[in-house]
């Protein structure tokens, strides 16, 4: 999941945008609020106006995508004002200090896949519980069960409604794979891909190859592979219970163990993954595949730009099974003075009809397993990924997640894995010792 | 790197009047309304320096976690003893203290001659001098990743001269000493026209005609460089070194954001400086109570380093004979600990 600071700041003015039309659209509730300020011409006298503000990390897209301007036009009274700090991991500094204080809190509050269960575990209590309003029967169904359990504590408390997910597959460019002599086309590479033995054996392949274009390997980096297997075990940096045991689980084993098995059969680039080198290679071609949670594609397209248009698609296969990357939720704080308003417009944002709107327009893979399945996503096809059926692909993917428990330090966890992993690859560091050293950086953070 | 000018505030302690006199000016009409006149300083102060700075000590005893602020437990020395026997405190040491001298010997020499050849009359004196200070008034955030670009190990403009010149080609990033001279290469391009300005400034304060004794007598350039312009700057200079100690202590950007912004200092810690450790323990890994202590054992570092380069001056005047320098010792304190933060 994790590594999310960055990967919220993904999707910025990619997927371009048809927001234009509904701009217009600003004006009405500015003229709307002059009118009722003069006390003529309120249409809603019975509900008193309201400010909601709302919280947010990176680039979440309901501005973007038009959702405020519509909501407002459906609610005359509200008026909604976003407040955006730009990395996710300033945004959670933020909001423990003001947990903590108990006040500057939003009235909506956007909660990360790298600090939910830390919400969930020590702050539930501070959020209202959406398992708990008279609508919670509805709620619970439309979304995914892993997305609704992952912000639900022990005690059956549900922090947030999910907005965006991350199910995972492999992003490749059929030309260079071609290129090599391999096959390229996607149901082929399915069944070749089947288990990350299968395409690891096939990195080799290409890695063989003496028509490959120079310079480029067959994944981006040995911490693509790593930071999603992990997740496809039984467990991955935690116990049953959510206590950090990276040393025994059998995700972080599997996962070190086809790692460091492509770091050292020399199939991957060797990068680190959103450092600026990674996002120069988007267009460089210097790696073949990368494990492509939904986001990415936005990523590779903002990264690869308009020139390599065609040049990507997207596999239907995650080697391993399927599992998820990032993701995204909304929660009120109890200390909201608007919770009633909170509730509703959260609600709505991540109701069928919106959460297709964010994919449509932006390219948020919804949670919502209604709006995944409706034919304006299923039927989906990505046209710079070679019309790759994605809205099938991702769906599917995501019907068949099984998600292990996740806890308080994922995100520092997988930092000091992935960390290690490239000195595995490029200072051909023992994978024993580069085992340790993680652990060590590990115990810095579990204390 | 030098912290910045409010890092040396000479004290006023210079010449304390004896207290009979004290107490008679106590006495005037208008000696109250001075105490009004400082009391923002001080309040500024109490809030912003005083306040953190015992808060930090407190924290430090305790194990906390933002996330869980109101469960702080008391823990003792636990912290201290932690960080004692932590690799990872005695890496970030060691990589302080050598990141340090990398940067601050070389600036100080450079400085030492730029400042020299300015003080000639040139043409076009003034231009020099103020882009000698450019590279200071540049963001460091700017500087840093143009320095990234340059250092790149595969397509950098460092790695493709030193292949124009069949020199080998280190990894810029990933090794260890290669990577603390790029370091110290942005901290010495940053701070070298802000210490040669200081240098020119005690240049020029020296008295000319003592350089035209030292002619007169048959002194070279070089020989009235040595006996002239040296001693007379020893002060200026011991500011420089101290000022230049605690701005080494707490190197923190530069590093930062030359692993894009991850706080460990490079994938094997690498070029983490105790700043780096410091946030890394606060922020990333939400353990302030460690963080604390070691932003407290940084602080009794620092002291410790400006008072051994104080002794030595001392020292080293006494075995000369020359008069005591008159170099208040800088402040130093948890406001330049905040501040790197």
């Not at chain 1, 308009?306 to 109890?334: F, Q, Y």
């Not at chain 2, 260890?176 to 240098?199: C, D, E, M």
Request: proline share 5%; hydrophobic share 40%.
């Amino acid at each position: 999941m994790p590594r999310l600071s960055r990967t919220t700041t993904r999707l910025t003015g990619v997927v371009a945008v048809a927001v234009l039309g509904l701009a217009g659209t600003a004006g009405c509730s500015s003229d709307k609020k002059a009118d009722s300020a003069t006390g003529s011409g309120a249409t809603n006298a019975s509900s008193a106006k309201v400010t909601l503000t709302v919280g947010l990390f990176g680039t979440f897209g309901f501005k973007e995508a038009g959702l405020y301007d519509a909501y407002t036009k459906l609610h005359p009274n509200i008026t909604i004002k976003e407040d955006t700090v730009e990395q996710s991991s300033d945004y959670w500094t933020r909001l423990k200090t003001r947990l903590a204080s108990g006040s500057g809190l939003d009235d909506v509050q956007g909660i990360e896949i790298g600090f939910v269960s830390d919400v969930v575990q020590n702050h539930a209590d501070q959020f209202v519980d959406f398992g708990s309003l008279p609508d919670s029967g509805d709620l619970k169904s439309s979304f995914y069960d892993w997305k609704w359990n992952q912000a639900t504590s022990s005690d059956s408390k549900t922090v947030g409604l999910g907005t965006d997910a991350g199910p995972e597959a492999i992003c490749y460019r059929p030309d260079l794979l071609k290129a090599a002599g391999l096959p390229s086309d996607g149901a082929e590479l399915a069944a070749k891909w089947s288990s990350w033995e299968d395409y690891i054996a096939f990195g080799k392949q290409y890695e063989a190859s003496p028509t490959k274009p120079a310079n480029s390997k067959f994944v981006d980096s040995a911490a693509s592979i790593f930071s999603t297997a992990v997740y496809q075990g039984k467990n991955a940096y935690n116990d049953d219970s959510g206590k950090p045991a990276p040393s025994n689980s059998d995700g972080v084993t599997n996962a070190w163990k086809y790692a460091t098995e492509a770091a050292q059969g020399k199939i991957t680039a060797g990068l680190s993954q959103f450092s600026p080198p990674w996002n120069k290679a988007f267009s460089s071609g210097a790696f073949a595949t990368i494990a492509c949670p939904t986001w990415m594609m936005g990523y590779i397209q903002g990264q690869a730009g308009t020139a390599n248009s065609g040049k990507w698609s997207v596999a239907p296969v995650l080697p391993g099974g399927a599992t998820n990357w990032g993701g995204s939720w909304l929660g009120v704080p109890k200390a909201s003075k608007h919770q009633k308003e909170a509730i509703a417009l959260v609600e709505w944002l991540t109701s069928k009809q919106q959460e297709i709107t964010m994919w449509t327009q932006g390219g948020h893979w919804p949670s919502n397993s209604q709006a995944a399945e409706d034919p304006a996503v299923k039927n989906a096809k990505a046209a710079y990924f070679s019309d790759a059926p994605v809205g099938q692909i991702f769906g599917d993917i995501s019907s068949k997640m099984k998600i292990p428990p996740i806890g308080l330090y994922d995100t520092q966890m997988q930092t000091a894995f992935t960390q290690a992993l490239t000195n595995v690859e490029t200072k051909n560091t023992d994978p024993g010792k580069a085992f340790g050293d993680a652990l060590k950086a590990i115990e810095q953070v579990t204390g | 790197m030098p912290a910045s000018s409010k890092t040396a505030a000479p004290p006023a302690a210079a010449s304390r009047p004896p207290a009979a006199s004290r107490r008679r000016r106590s006495t005037r009409p208008g000696s109250k309304i001075a105490y009004a006149y400082v009391a923002p300083f001080f309040l500024v102060f109490a809030a912003f320096s005083l306040y953190p700075w015992l808060d930090t000590a407190w924290v430090s005893l305790h194990n906390v976690r933002l996330t869980s602020y109101d469960k702080q437990t008391w823990v003792g020395l636990d912290n201290y003893r932690n960080l004692f026997t932590n690799e990872f405190f005695y890496n970030a040491l060691r990589n302080t203290i050598s990141i340090g001298i990398i940067s601050t010997v070389p600036q100080l020499c450079l400085a030492l001659g730029i400042a020299h050849l300015l003080n000639y009359r040139l043409r076009g004196r003034t231009f020099f001098r103020v882009a000698m200070l450019m590279p200071y008034a540049t963001s460091l955030a700017a500087a840093t990743v143009i320095f990234l670009e340059l250092f790149d190990a595969n397509l950098g403009i460092v790695n493709w001269g030193l292949h124009l010149l069949h020199l080998p080609q280190p990894d810029w990033q990933g090794s260890k000493w290669p990577s603390q001279v790029a370091i110290s290469a942005i901290v010495t391009w940053r701070w070298t026209g802000y210490n040669a300005l200081i240098y020119l400034a005690g240049m020029q304060a020296i008295d000319s005609a003592l350089y035209e004794a030292a002619a007169i007598d048959g002194a070279s350039r070089w020989q009235q460089f040595r006996h002239v312009t040296l001693p007379g700057l020893r002060p200026t200079i011991l500011f420089t070194i101290v000022v230049s100690t605690i701005g080494a202590a707490q190197l923190f950007g530069e590093p930062l954001l030359y692993h894009n912004g991850i706080p460990n200092g490079g994938t094997a810690g690498q070029y983490q400086t105790l700043g780096l450790l410091m946030y890394q323990q606060g922020w990333t890994n939400d353990r302030l109570g460690l963080a604390a202590a070691t932003a407290w054992t940084m602080f009794a570092i620092i002291v410790l380093a400006v008072l051994t380069n104080l002794f030595l001056a001392r020292r080293r005047e006494h075995k000369l004979g020359s008069p005591a320098l008159s170099v208040g010792a800088p402040v130093v304190g948890p406001a330049a600990l905040e501040a790197s933060r």
